[in-house]
């Protein structure tokens, strides 16, 4: 199976936002290592980012964390981020730092601690408007650790009534997407867990308001492919938070625990119509680099991004359809597979020169003494990490 200019024409319009804080260092909550080079302010994380546009072709915007990018001028931002070809993405508010959330944010019972929040996402939303981002990120960390402690119910009708203030001021080329996770840091009950109770509050509010999928944060074995197809077919999936996990939220690279998962969701993807220049999903990256090099690891994660969608994309549509409405359990099976098993490396390498792209960006940035002109420039100052 060789990769045919149709997908290779399909792979053109392939774009994967990159997520500020991966340029930063992170850990657990045991160690964080700092890696030499890391960048000390936004401008140093949108310069890495460009850095592995510039070998992709993929990666044409960052997003950005409020409060961890803030800035005085975020016209200068977008001016200082447009002149090395990105632009300004995905705006995530933060929530979760704040000692007036230790028992919850939008869905606590003070009215003050939750109008607190909501005039975050507000402050949030004039950051999107001078860096001409498209979505606001709402991720909670709201929840409970014990049975009782509570009141799920009013916690849900607090969260609807805040993500209608914040929605009402949503601009109208700008939409709000609303991540879930199934546990962490609340332990027994968390307020957005899974994606029919994002459903259930974004649909609520209106075409603009979407739902978020990071692919971390479902329970082992969960079918993540089938929540895609189920979002896509209803409307709702607004973007994609990509990641590895072996055990929780891991924020590893994405396709490295399980490369065939990341396949079989690029499947549903393209069969839902959720890629290519009429689709509205957006594809980001969520992950942090606590052993490996940054800038590195997150070409490796573009990379492969861009080598299952091309998988995807190989899959014979019309042959799969033939052979699961004949009933041909093991030929549809095999359709699949043939997919999946086929390696496309070494035609994007050649697609990739064509494009004027380095065949092996990950060889080329080993080779080009990038890491340690920055290790060299970068010294002094405070590194960036999470909170910073
Ligand atoms: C925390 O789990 C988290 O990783 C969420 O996935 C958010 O998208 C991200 O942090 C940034 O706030
Ligand atoms: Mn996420």
């Known amino acids: 199976m060789d990769l045919s200019a149709d997908v290779l024409t399909q792979l053109t319009t392939q774009a994967i936002e990159l997520p500020s804080w991966a340029f930063g260092n992170s850990g657990t909550r045991f160690k964080v290592f700092a890696t030499p080079g890391t960048p000390r302010t936004i401008q140093e994380k949108i310069a890495d980012a460009a850095k592995v546009n510039e070998l992709t072709g993929l990666a044409p915007s960052v997003a950005l964390h409020i409060p961890w990018d803030k800035v005085d001028d975020y016209a200068a931002l977008r001016g200082y981020a447009e002149e090395l070809g990105l632009q300004l993405g995905t705006v995530n508010s933060n929530t979760f730092q704040d000692d007036a959330y230790k028992f919850g944010s939008l869905t606590h019972s003070d009215k003050a601690t939750r109008q607190k929040a909501i005039d975050h996402h507000f402050e949030c939303i004039d950051v999107m408007d001078a860096t001409g981002s498209q979505d606001l990120k709402i991720w909670l960390a709201d929840g409970t650790n014990y049975p009782g402690q509570g009141d799920m119910r009013g916690r849900q009708d607090r ?27 609340a332990f027994y009950h968390t307020d957005v867990p899974d994606w029919g109770t994002s459903y259930a509050q974004v649909s609520a509010l209106g075409d ?3 739902v978020c999928l990071d692919t971390g944060h479902h329970a082992p074995g969960t079918n993540i492919e089938f929540i895609v197809a189920q979002l896509l077919r209803l409307g709702k999936l607004g973007s994609f938070d990509f990641n590895s996990r072996f055990y929780a939220d891991d924020d590893l690279i994405v396709g490295a625990a399980d ?27 969520d992950q942090c680099h606590n052993v490996e090099e940054k800038i590195p690891g997150q070409i490796r994660s573009v990379l492969n991004v861009q080598e299952m969608t091309a998988r995807a994309l190989l899959v014979d549509r019309d042959a799969l359809s033939a052979a699961q409405d004949a009933g041909d359990v093991l030929g549809a099976n095999g359709l699949l597979m043939d997919a999946f098993y086929t390696d496309v490396r070494p035609g994007l390498a050649v697609w990739r020169e064509s494009r004027g792209l380095p065949g092996d960006p990950m060889a080329a940035y080993a080779a080009s003494g990038h890491q340690q002109e920055l290790a060299a420039a970068r010294a002094g100052g405070t590194q960036a990490g999470w909170g910073a």
């Open 208 to 210: 603009r308001a979407m």
């Open 259 to 285: 490369p065939f998962q990341l396949f079989r969701i690029l499947v549903e993807v393209v069969r839902g119509g959720g890629f290519g220049p009429d689709s509205t999903v957006a594809f980001m990256l």
């Open 159 to 185: 969260l609807a009534d805040s993500l209608a203030t914040i929605y009402e001021r949503i601009g109208e080329n700008q939409r709000l997407v609303l991540e879930y996770k199934f546990f962490e840091p």
